[in-house]
């Protein structure tokens, strides 16, 4: 193609994009407008229900003023462009209103309500918006899209914001009506890059998107992605003399990436399995990106794939920023791999006839109490076949491919099967799964190369769960034991649906894996005896912190502008915010007692202002007893020590004093009036997340965690060192389900991660025995990094279980076609 040819192209692309955006905004307005009809339908206190009332009537007004604003203004900026500046004037503005002046209010919370939808909108459509972004560079042969671009999602969000307010609605309304057109504008962006994506791939331009979302693009990274659209060979690269402390080549510097250490391990082991298929069997479709070789040239051989163990401070450090593009360059894909031939009629026909017969075999169905005897012979029996089969299959195959798929399959089964760790009972239902498995495995060839393949994460998931209670599961209590039996049925409903549907191959596996998923956040919170009360307590400790965080940013906002004692803000910063909180989550936000601890915050506000007249100071020494026996009754609601209390209370009275005497102005009976409302109504006023991300919610549950304290409950508030970015990372991938070793308070015992909280944030582990461990993601991954918190296995079941094959092909390479 001719760069003529691309600009054309990028231009269509364009308005195709355009189209798809002008086309949405129809629905994405009816969809608002029925929200917006919902919220008259909801009980609320009278005042937000007139709030309500008078901004549907608005935006079924001028609704459609705004959707014909959105659209002209799209295609003006479609053609034009949109300016760089906060926000444009009109042109009617007189001239001498241009003058420099600080920006208002009214802007800046415009360009926050615009980031915030920005946000939302890439939140769902990062990957379609990366694929476009990479596609119009290659044809525009640009490093990166304009700032202000109609194709990133914050121009259209300014757009949208903009026309907002250019009809008349105002942000109240926006307010009211955020969560309809966060979801509705998220939706509408992320169809118009899929309908866009999916016409350049029409039109083949680099069909397939090589992602390396973290690096940063050079002009020669674009000229190479251009050759790649079009044809046309690209300059070669000029040298590059390398500067002090540089290596050969001075190149794009990537963003830091960090990968867990299992991850990489992972990595490893599939791409030796690569390698090992590449050298020994005749046309197996493997993968063209591997894991480099060895430093110094050399053959490499299966000791390469064999890591160190975890421990002490390296248990499971990630890979730097230098790795990382190395790592990300060896991950395999189906991009990568040769062409696949379909698997003969008869190996399909026979694996059929196995499945099928595992499936009717006496016993097939072991489970509950009586099973545990059976399970053992059962094993034996099912192994015993799998022999037999593996023989008759390799006989139908058609290739020496397919014979060594049906041998590592039954390698990795094998090795699975044997894997004491996991109830004999379990075990069954696992080697039920071998035939769905070698059904995907000779038609999907990247089975081999990517340790995320569904088939194998499905694995892994139900074998981590299961792993840490053979113990309890022969001698615990019936109400343990009905606990695991239902983690059992479970398993056993998984591999049912899976053999029920032999011809979906992937589709099926990534299917039960989600519905998996959604059972374990289930069980652990309603069904598992030995962790639904430590759940129900974190999630308690979750909502109380995350309440107390919101009323404090609240509070701050209400009395930035009142002149009250800096004792007082203290005390209703940090201490009453927390007794809002702990009430709100008890007894409801809008229940009696909550209002009467709100009403005392704001009667507390009154008495510690400035008492010019007689009469007010009588009217404080009349109110102060029943506000301090309120003060007080909220604090031991909240878990605060009398001695705290009395502390508290000293400080106040202090403060009280000196308001008898303080010269400023008193708070006027308007404005106290109006922080009573404000007081009344905060749940309203709350924003959807904490400010400040994931560090600040963080930062925040640490101060005081402590105080949660309780029977079957511990806090982790002390212990680890300062974690690295590597070690929070791997923190945050640690999933539900998996069983640790955990040294703590003179304790080395087992313990399962039975809930993660919001973002993340909180990690519960609970024991056997159901003591829960409450972690903040900071402190586990301290935890990790110092060794105290271990994983139950080194390494995924699947990921050992191949291990545990190439050590078997690596004495006898000849199994593969035998």
Partial sequence: MTAARNQALATQARRVYLEALVRGMTPLVAAVGQGASQLLLQAAPHAITMARRDAVQAWQKLGPNWQMAVVAALRHAAVHGVSDNAREHDATVPAQSLKMSLVDDSTIEREITSSRLALVMMDRATWEFTDLRTRMQALEAHDDLEPMDLLRAHVVARVALDAWSRVGLDANIWQLLHHELHEEFAQLISEAYHETNRWLIAQKVLPEVDLRPFIRRTAQAAAAATAAATGVPAAPPAPVSPGPGLGPTSGPTPLPTVRSKASSQADEVMAQLQRVLARHVPGFPVTKSQVPARPGGGKPSLADATPSRPGGLA??????????????????????????????????????????????????????????????????????????????????????????????????FQSILTEERIPATVRVWFARLQMPVLRVAVSEPDFFAAADHPARRLIDRMGACVMGFNTAHVSGPGSERASNDALEREIKRVVQVVEAYPDTGRRVFATVLTEFEKFLDHYFENENQASKRGVSLAQQVEQRETLAIQYTIELRKMLSEVPVQDGVRDFLFHVWADVLAVTAVRAGAQSDVTKVMKRAAADLIWSASAKASREERAEVIRRLPPLLKTLRDGMGHAGLPTDKQDEHVRSLNNALAAAFTAKTAAIPRERLDELMDQLETLEAMLPEDVEGGDSHVDEMLVRDLSGHESEGMEVVAEGGSAPTPAMVAWARELQVGGWFMLDYRGRNEQVQLAWRGLRKQLALFVTPKGRGVLFSLNRMAAFLQAGLLLPAQDEALTVQATRKALAKLDADPGQLLK
């Fill in 315 to 412: 248990g499971g450090a990630g890979l730097t920023a230098a790795e990382a593009p190395a790592a990300a360059s060896s991950r395999p894909s189906l991009a990568d791999a040769q062409p696949v031939a379909p698997a003969s009629p008869r190996l399909m026909g026979a694996i059929k006839h196995a499945q099928e017969s595992l499936a009717r075999r006496p016993g097939a169905d072991t489970g509950g109490v009586a099973g545990q005897a059976s399970a053992p012979r059962a094993l034996e029996e099912i192994g015993a076949r799998n022999q037999a089969f593996k023989q008759v299959l390799k006989q139908a195959a058609s290739n020496p491919a397919e014979r060594a798929t049906i041998e590592i399959v039954a390698m990795m």
